[in-house]
């Protein structure tokens, strides 16, 4: 009766959609329990590429019952139009299960995000623009709009009429917008209301009970370790709880039912948005590896930041999360350099620290103490046993396994869902 959660280990985009799409074979459900639309997910399933947002990756594949766990954010529009693009390209997604809980994310925060990160100016944290933070806040301000609001029409207008009180004069007198009225969100919201209906449900009842009769439920995570509000690189974090911790709150499950974390990490680091990344590459390095490994955001289109594993991260990361296991990513992508640098400690300020330092100045001044790994040439994206691999990156793998401190249990070559080295089962 294992529940797993899987979540990614730096800053995103570390390939956890193709590492839930790995294990759905073996799931019965698959739980977003975070985030909204600033995740974007790509699986590869037979060279046909689906990038997903709001929906769990769990949705590819039939027999998964994919569910969006109350500690989503939901933008309605978003959600359909995804809905209608997966069933135009023939993928059933009838089976979706969405919490009552959930909170909608309404027109209005959308503007506020795009104006708020404008106004910020160059103390802009980068966000996706969706909407996300200012939803969130919401929530925390106990005036956000939940699913189950949309199936009692006068509740939904209060909340609508409350939310505007404050918003409008936002809108109006802060950012110089427009004003919008109840009846415009009311109207909105209430469009999708009958579509969405028999979707809903108490998820934290249904997946609870899951549970009891046997059945493997994984809790997947938008965003990773180093965007979590708490536990990131605060304030250049998104605004929800993307941690181990983060999917008992969002799905309704209790800590004791978690068997495993997977944590998933790509063999060098990767982000999108502005925020401090000591092993970032800003000359030709970067270049070459956000050419090698496609590095550009799914949801936004953005080049993201590239730069070498840091293994201070791989052990906060475990230490945060609990991990079980870990998925390293695109270890193709590191082929054909002649030395591959990992960063085992931070110099800050001329004082070395083996883990995170403990404030925001530390971490802004770190500068990366690497040791250096021997590369390998050629394509090894054919691999499919860690004995096929060249003897340098099986040393990589090694290496890396040491330093972060928990097991590498499978190892991405390639985008597809084929491309993996498994090394031990994810689910035990
Ligand atoms: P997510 O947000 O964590 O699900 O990751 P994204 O989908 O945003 O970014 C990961 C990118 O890497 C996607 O384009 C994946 O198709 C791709 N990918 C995942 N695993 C591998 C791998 O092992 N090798 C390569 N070359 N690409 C991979
Ligand atoms: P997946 O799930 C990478 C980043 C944004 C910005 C910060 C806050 O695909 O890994 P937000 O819109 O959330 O308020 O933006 O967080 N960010 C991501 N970066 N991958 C993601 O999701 C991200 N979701 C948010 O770029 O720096
Ligand atoms: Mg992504």
């Given at each position: ?330 270890l ?44 390998w040439?050629?394509?090894i994206?054919?691999a499919?046993r860690l004995a096929d691999l060249p003897a340098a990156a099986r040393r990589y793998v090694d290496a890396v396994e ?6 590498i249990?499978?190892v ?9 080295i ?7």
């Open positions: 009766m294992p529940a797993i959660v899987l979540i990614g280990a730096q800053w995103g985009d570390e390939g956890k959609g193709k590492a839930t799409d790995l294990l759905s074979g073996s799931v019965d459900y698959v739980v977003k329990f975070n985030g909204g639309n600033n995740a974007g997910h790509t699986v590869v399933i037979d060279g046909e590429t689906y990038a997903l947002h709001l929906l769990p990756s769990g949705i590819l594949s039939s027999g998964v019952v994919p569910v969006i766990g109350n500690g989503v954010v939901i933008d309605l529009g978003v959600l359909f139009e995804e809905i209608d693009a997966l069933e135009a390209r023939g993928v059933d997604t009838s089976a979706l299960i969405v919490s009552a809980n959930a909170h909608i994310l309404p027109p209005y925060n959308r503007t506020l995000d795009k104006v708020v990160e404008r106004f910020l100016g160059s103390r802009r944290i980068g966000t996706t623009g969706r909407g996300v933070g200012p939803t969130y806040a919401d929530k925390m301000s106990r005036v956000g709009l939940r699913i189950q609001d949309l199936f009692d029409e006068k509740i939904l207008r209060q909340k609508v009429e409350g939310a505007l009180v404050q918003k409008n004069q936002l809108l109006v007198k802060v950012f110089n917008r427009r004003a919008v009225t109840v009846d415009e969100i009311v109207d909105e919201l209430l469009s999708y209301a009958e579509r969405l209906r028999p979707m809903v449900r108490d998820t934290s009842l249904l997946l609870c009970q899951a549970l009891d009769d046997g059945r493997n439920v994984v809790l997947e995570g938008g965003q990773a370790t180093l965007l979590d509000v708490d536990h990131g690189t605060y304030p250049f974090v998104t605004s929800s709880n993307p941690t181990a911790g983060g999917a008992c709150t969002g799905a309704g499950i209790p800590p004791a039912r978690i068997d495993g974390v997977i944590t998933v990490m790509k063999a060098y680091t990767t982000r999108v948005g502005e925020g401090p990344f000591p092993t970032e590459l800003t000359g030709a390095d970067g270049v070459r590896l956000r050419k090698d490994g496609g590095e550009f955001g799914v949801t936004t289109g953005r080049p993201r930041r590239c730069g070498w594993l840091d293994a201070v991260i791989g052990r906060y990361a475990v230490r945060i999360n609990g991990t079980t296991d870990f998925v390293l990513t695109k193709d992508v590191l082929s054909g350099w002649d030395s591959i640098p990992v960063c085992v400690a931070y110099d800050v300020d001329g004082v070395r620290h083996d883990e995170m330092p403990m404030t925001q100045t530390e971490f802004h001044h770190a500068k990366p103490i690497y040791e250096y790994f021997e590369g040439d050629g394509d994206s054919g499919r040491e330093m972060c401190g928990a097991p249990s499978a991405g070559v390639g985008p597809g869902r084929e491309s993996i498994p090394v031990r089962d994810l689910i035990r």
